[in-house]
């Protein structure tokens, strides 16, 4: 296949990815002990693989639920399709815009206040600040922080933080939608919201990448799932099918 036809198909192309990961193989009590070590070459490590040959292609429009239990490379996954992390081996290619819900309130200053802050994690995401005013009213309806506004985010709930960093970076539509837990703080009628929300985008052509424990969430929301455990692929195809192994595979492991 041609660059250009995988340009023109594909949203996210992970080819035979590895990300690399070295664990200290004793305990360090302080920073000192640390740089001698360090400096007499003593400093002994652990390789630890979160992601381990790893290939995975994503259609533009697609809508994919990434799962597996604690640990299996989930998260790692995400942060590495948006260059958070860079894999150790293979290669991985996007092609548009991302908005990603990894960390939805990573761009906030706790010390802030809601609308304050609206405008500051608008800058980091690139928009502004004309920008921001015109969809201001937008942002805060659908967070339902309207009484809120002027309180600093420290002293907001993570429910309420993550209403308000959902409905900011979610404010236009992006190519690529990348989502992390973000509806497990949130109480139903925000699940509901949120899960609404994503469809619409889905619908008007967003590729959706979703990270979620909740079966039920991962088969509302998506068309095919992605199956990780202790870093490598162990099915990939419709949500149906790739959940029910998954949740076959749980009930043998419990037994």
């Not at 998260?75 to 150790?88: A, D, G, H, N």
């Not at 990939?236 to 959940?243: H, N, T």
Request: glycine share 6%.
């Amino acid at each position: 296949m041609t660059a250009v036809n995988e340009r023109d198909e594909y949203a996210v192309v992970v080819d035979h990815a590895t990300v690399r990961f070295n664990i200290a193989s004793e305990k360090i009590d302080n920073l000192k002990e640390y740089f001698v070590k360090m400096v007499k070459h003593q400093l002994m490590f652990q390789e630890f693989l979160a992601l381990n040959d790893v290939s995975f292609k994503v259609k533009k429009g697609d809508s994919w639920g990434i799962i597996g239990t604690n640990g299996s490379g989930k998260s790692t996954m995400l942060k590495m399709i948006c260059r958070i992390l860079k894999p150790y081996k293979g290669s991985v290619h996007t092609y548009g815009t991302i908005a990603p819900l990894i960390e939805l309130s990573a761009g906030f200053c706790e010390d802030l206040t809601a609308r304050e802050n609206i405008f500051l994690n608008g800058a980091v995401l690139g928009y502004d600040e004309k920008f921001m005013e015109e969809h201001f009213d937008e942002i805060v309806d659908f967070a339902e922080l309207h009484n809120f506004l002027d309180m600093p985010i420290k002293n907001y709930s993570s429910g309420m933080a993550a209403r308000l960093g959902f409905s900011i970076a979610t404010m236009v539509n992006p190519d690529i939608l990348i989502c992390d837990e973000v509806l497990a703080v949130g109480d139903l009628k925000f699940q509901k919201k949120c899960e609404k929300r994503m469809a619409e985008m889905r619908a008007s052509g967003t590729t959706l990448l979703f990270v979620s424990h909740s079966m039920e969430s991962v088969r509302s929301v998506c068309k095919n799932a992605l199956w990780l455990s202790h870093g490598k692929v162990m099915a990939a195809g419709p949500v149906d099918e790739v959940s029910d192994q998954y949740l076959r595979f749980l009930d043998e492991e419990h037994q």
